[in-house]
């Protein structure tokens, strides 16, 4: 076999591209956090670093690279560092299978906008957020305190509660598209008007939508499921023991996660990075311009997602802990089944 | 017994429908919220913005000189005795010939200490003084890093000179 060092260049370029961009994105995504957060309660928000504040997210990681690191004398050294890591780890490597925009024809080639275009894409995405559990758990484990555990524990149970629900409603959506690759499940969702409906899967599978969202919340931790992380009523949470970067890099993870969640909604439900009248648009501007527009569009719907998943957090309190295993188990799991089961009668009877 | 008209009734029917779906309950509370966004901020931006003080609000204190440029203190002691905190100290001397510019009365105090972190700022010695020497301006007392640079001594207190700050 050949090595095709042109591929392998421009692979590597796109990920560093994408891995800066996501970087870039949860970073600011803090700063619009402390903005959302301000506005909504009639306050200003960070403004002193720079025009509006914009600089206080450089601020904040120059501050927790400059803290103390503190590692507990009876912790297991290596899976306590091992924790943050890996919940960045998998963060970012979320990001991989997210196709960003179409694939631009050139004289010389063909330059696809995506890492990787496996065809079990979404089980991709699965098996890389059940991983992120791990992060949490070997965390809160290492840490040798009894609250880190009990609440890495509790966010554990969580992230594999909702899992279950989240797959299940995912398992309708595919019914209807026939695939796992989600550049197949985008190239569906072509435009947006098609043979008399609506082309994004939103409009096929509201209800499946509204249960990957909710379980989307408890997944990445977010109010009103952050209850891994509530700092004063539940001791903190699993990050209890870390300090510093390690402690940056739990936060900062679940910002990437915030981001990458926010795209693959978008890319499942949202039509990624189609648009309506594309096809036009597409014939009159040049191909590169038009895989840009068609990145700017996943981008603002990426964005309009994270917004969304703010205003929710600055407007719900907290689950208990029995309401939040109540829902997942008792609601979401039965209704993502029925769903599962209309979707296949329809497909069965209605459409053929 | 009914201390206000404000008491309601709680409603404890068993829940409708949409209640235990909870959805319209969301929709009610982010229309509430994404409705703050547009309001007004409650925030002062303090170092551009001031708010304007009370016209009795008391401040730092300082020590006043005549039109001549004389300190009016003669370290008569009344502003320690009215003080309540004890904050205040002095000593006096008198006046040698040829300090007539210097100090209006024949007394004049050498000494002159306000510990800072002992005022309350009532304002006692300004009502107490007989020559109008001491006044609290609208100064807010500033932070310091030691307990020593609390104690403000006379320099720290009197008021610049009217005739030599002219001639500047």
């Known amino acids: 076999m050949q090595l095709d060092i042109a591929f392998i260049i421009e692979k590597l370029l796109l990920i560093s591209v994408i891995l800066l961009g996501s970087l870039g994105i949860a970073m600011y995504a803090t700063w619009a956090e402390r903005k959302v957060a301000a506005v909504m309660q009639d306050r200003r928000g960070p403004n002193r670093a720079g025009f509006m504040g914009l600089f206080q997210p450089l601020a904040d990681g120059l501050k927790l690279f400059f803290k103390e690191e503190i590692i507990p004398d009876r912790s297991t050294r290596f899976l306590f560092i091992l924790g943050p890591a890996l919940a960045m780890l998998t963060a970012v490597m979320t990001s991989a299978v997210v196709p960003w925009g179409p694939d631009i024809v050139t004289e010389n080639g063909v330059i696809t906008l995506q890492v990787a275009d496996i065809n079990i894409g979404i089980l991709f995405i699965f098996g890389v957020v059940s991983l992120g559990v791990y992060g949490v758990m070997l965390g809160g484990w290492a840490s040798n305190n009894k609250f880190s555990l009990l609440s890495s524990i509790r966010a554990a149970s969580q992230a594999i509660s909702y899992e279950l629900a989240m797959g299940l409603s995912l398992v309708a959506m595919l019914m209807m598209t026939g695939s796992l690759s989600l550049r197949e499940i985008v190239e569906q969702q072509h435009g947006f008007w098609d043979a008399g409906y609506f082309t994004w899967n939103f409009f096929k599978q509201p209800l499946g939508f509204f249960i990957f969202l909710v379980c989307a919340f408890a997944e990445l931790n977010r109010a009103p499921f952050d209850l891994p992380e509530c700092e004063s009523e539940l001791n903190m949470g699993y990050h209890q023991e870390y300090s510093s970067m390690k402690l940056g890099f739990y936060l900062f993870a679940e910002y990437i996660n915030l981001f990458i969640s926010s795209t693959v909604i978008a890319t499942l439900f949202f039509g990624g990075y189609n648009f309506p009248f594309m096809d036009q648009v597409a014939a009159s501007v040049s191909p590169v311009l038009f895989a840009i527009i068609c990145v700017l569009t996943l981008l603002t719907k990426a964005i309009c997602i994270i917004l969304f998943f703010m205003f929710i957090r600055w407007t719900l309190p907290r689950f208990r802990y029995d309401q939040l295993m109540r829902l997942g188990w008792k609601s979401l799991i039965p209704l993502a089944l029925v769903n599962m089961v209309i979707t296949g009668a329809v497909i069965l009877w209605v459409i053929k | ?168």
Not at chain 2, 115 to 137: H, T
């Open chain 2, 1 to 168: 017994m009914k201390l206000t008209n404000r008491s309601a009734q709680v409603n404890r029917d068993p829940m409708t429908f949409g209640e235990k779906i909870y959805l319209p309950a969301i929709a009610k509370g982010l229309s509430i919220t994404v409705g703050h966004i547009f309001k007004k901020k409650a925030t002062v931006q303090y170092p551009e913005e001031k708010r304007p003080f009370s016209p009795v609000f008391r401040g730092l204190h300082i020590l006043n000189r005549d039109e001549q440029g004389r300190e009016r203190c003669t370290a008569c002691g009344l502003c320690a005795l009215a003080c309540p905190a004890e904050a205040i100290t002095m000593e006096a001397a008198e006046r040698k010939p040829g300090e007539e510019n210097l100090y209006r009365e024949e007394k004049y105090a050498a000494k002159y200490e306000i510990n800072m972190l002992r005022c309350i700022f009532c304002g006692l010695c300004e009502e107490a003084c007989p020559k109008d020497a001491v006044y609290l301006s609208e100064t807010i007392m500033p932070t310091h890093y030691s307990r020593s640079s609390f104690i403000y001594k006379k320099e720290d207190l009197l008021i610049a000179h009217p005739h030599k700050q002219e001639s500047k």
